[in-house]
């Protein structure tokens, strides 16, 4: 369950910037993560643990994960679309930043859409491996879950 | 439908068990009670647990990374609508519907030998879906995936 004392998704405008978290996914954490989507594929290359790649919609799910810890989903949130976009393949064990911050605020109906930017790259290098929007949302004024 | 010049891509399909999304919940880190908790699930409008969007996602990128390997790795790119929930004991079907294949828009410009690279890339559009069992769908919206020719 998400802390109470962090900030309400529906509360955060347009702007902010949520804390850059670091993570790594290594052999383990991707085997978990094809059993959990039953990806038999040999689509991510051969390593000497298994795969060389990680699967990039993990990469994405992290990300999402790392934001998720800085910031409560009210009861009632919908995470109603997702884009996500892959520029370069991310090897099993990099050690991973991510960044995000709130691009689009609006309400309807009682309702806040924040879509959430975010990318994710090796650590020490400029360009980003992975990068995605998510639109979440969330009932107005609702207690965090 | 096929589109000259444009891939087609094998379907996938994907039984939704209320165990498999506990395994994606631990693999993720998401355990919002909506997809694990059926006691807090029944009680919302949903009426019982629903499975991670993100894995539903991650099965029609499966789907693409399974058609085009490392390109997909490399240069895939997805956006979708989540429209109606997966719920355990749903059959699902995940489509790529062949659109249209162009030029990449703009690569990082360069030296002669990256001029070659951008000459052998095209870019494959695809409409795709997850429905299930019953016919509805669940995702929907594109895929696109840069792909380099080789000689």
């Keep these: 369950m998400t802390p109470a004392n962090l900030p309400n998704i529906a509360d955060l405008p347009r702007g902010h910037e949520i804390p850059a978290a670091h993570f790594r996914l290594g052999a383990d954490d991707v085997r978990c993560y094809l059993e959990a989507v039953e990806d038999h594929s040999n689509a991510y290359g051969q390593g000497p643990e298994g795969p060389a790649y990680v699967p990039p919609l993990a990469v994405a799910a992290l990300a999402l994960r790392a934001i998720l810890e800085q910031v409560a989903l009210p009861a009632g949130a919908l995470h109603a679309g997702q884009e996500v976009e892959f520029r370069r393949p991310v090897p099993v064990g990099a050690s991973l930043r991510s960044r995000a911050r709130v691009a689009q605020r609006s309400e309807m109906r009682g309702a806040v859409v924040s879509v959430i930017e975010f990318e994710v790259g090796e650590d020490g290098s400029a360009t980003p491996a992975v990068v995605g929007r998510a639109t979440v949302v969330a009932p107005r004024g609702e207690a965090p879950s | ?151």
């Excluded at chain 2, 506990?22 to 880190?29: D, L, P």
């Design chain 2, 1 to 151: 439908m096929s589109v000259e010049g444009v891939p087609e891509v094998p379907p996938l399909s994907r039984r939704v068990t209320q165990e498999g999304i506990w395994r994606y919940a631990e693999a993720s880190g998401d355990y919002n009670p909506i997809h694990v908790d059926e006691e807090y699930a029944r009680a919302t409008p949903f009426g019982g647990t629903i499975a991670h969007g993100m894995l539903v996602l991650a099965y029609l990128s499966e789907m693409m990374a399974a058609a085009f390997g490392h390109d997909w790795l490399a240069g895939g790119r997805l956006k979708v609508r989540f429209r109606a929930p997966a719920r355990p004991g749903d059959a699902l079907t995940a489509r790529a519907e062949p659109r249209r294949a162009r030029l990449p828009a703009c690569r990082t410009g360069g030296p002669d030998g990256q001029a070659r690279q951008v000459n052998r890339e095209r870019v494959f559009e695809y409409g795709i879906e997850c429905c299930n069992q019953k016919g509805e769908t669940l995702v929907s919206g594109t895929a696109e995936v840069i792909v380099v020719r080789s000689r």
